[in-house]
C-alpha cells in the first residue's frame, strides 16, 4: 500500500512558466517531507524540505506547499528552466531524531519544453 | 570531498551468484542507508544504520545481508543473487540529529540472469 503517491507520471511546461508537481501522502504520522531531483544515471539529489509545522518553505525559484489537513504538498518551480528537466520524487518521514529511512513516492518526470 | 561513493557501477551476475556492493561517505555522516529502485518505482529501504555497529532492516530486507563495517562504510550483499534482484541500488547517508536530508551516491545498476 502506497504511503506516498504521486500521481502524474510526467509533466511537460514551457520555459518560463511554473511547474506544479503534487504529491498525496495517507500516513497522517509523517511530519516530515522532502523533495529530490533525479537525472538519469546520477543519485537523487535533495532539492527542498518543509516541517509540519509551516505550511510553506520557499528557497530561491523553489516553494513547496503543505496542506496537512488535505495530505497534500505540492513543489512550485518558477520560472522554469530547460535545467529542471528530471524525474522529481516527494519523500517522507516520521520524525523524532531516529535514522529510519525515507518513504518515497514513484517520481514525476518533468519535462521543460523550450 | 567526495560525498558518498559506491562501487561498482555495473554489474551483471548470474542467478546463484553472491556479490557486495560497497559504499563509502566522507562527511563523518553517523546513517547510512540502501535503497533499491526499479522502473517505475520510488526508491524502497532495505537496510538502514543509524550507527557503526548497528543495522536493521527496511521494508524490503529479504534476499540481502549488510555489514556497517566502520563509520565510513556499509556494504550490502548479495547472498545468491535472483533475477528479482534486478535493480539500482542507491546508498545514502545523513548527519546526527533532526535534520532528514538524506545525501546520496550514484547508484550501482545490477542485472541478473
Known amino acids: 500500500d502506497q504511503q506516498v503517491k504521486q500521481n502524474s507520471p510526467s509533466l511537460s511546461v514551457q520555459e518560463g512558466r511554473i511547474s506544479i508537481l503534487n504529491c498525496d501522502y495517507t500516513n497522517s504520522m509523517f511530519d516530515y517531507f522532502l523533495w529530490y531531483k533525479k537525472y538519469p544515471a546520477e543519485g537523487p539529489t535533495f532539492l527542498i524540505s518543509i516541517s509540519s509545522i509551516k505550511d510553506k518553505n520557499e528557497d530561491g525559484r523553489f516553494t513547496v506547499f503543505l496542506n496537512k489537513s488535505a495530505k497534500h504538498l505540492s513543489l512550485h518551480i518558477v520560472p522554469s528552466q530547460p535545467g529542471d528537466s528530471a524525474v522529481y520524487f516527494c519523500a517522507a518521514i516520521v520524525s523524532g531524531g531516529g535514522a529510519d529511512g525515507l518513504t518515497f513516492g514513484k517520481g514525476t518526470h518533468l519535462i521543460i519544453q523550450p | 570531498n567526495a560525498g558518498v561513493t559506491q562501487t561498482p557501477k555495473f554489474q551483471v551476475l548470474k542467478t546463484g551468484q553472491s556479490m557486495t556492493l560497497q559504499c563509502a561517505q566522507d562527511?563523518?555522516?553517523?546513517?547510512m542507508y540502501w535503497y533499491r529502485q526499479d522502473p517505475g518505482m520510488g526508491l524502497r529501504l532495505i537496510y538502514y544504520s543509524a550507527s557503526e555497529g548497528t543495522t536493521d532492516k527496511g521494508e524490503v530486507p529479504n534476499g540481502y545481508n549488510v555489514s556497517r563495517l566502520n563509520k565510513r562504510e556499509f556494504s550490502l550483499r548479495l547472498e545468491s543473487a535472483a533475477p528479482s534482484q534486478t535493480s539500482v541500488y542507491f546508498c545514502a547517508s545523513k548527519r546526527k540529529g533532526q535534520n532528514y536530508e538524506q545525501y546520496f551516491g550514484p547508484g550501482t545498476r545490477l542485472t541478473v540472469t
Open positions: 562527511m563523518n555522516h553517523n546513517s
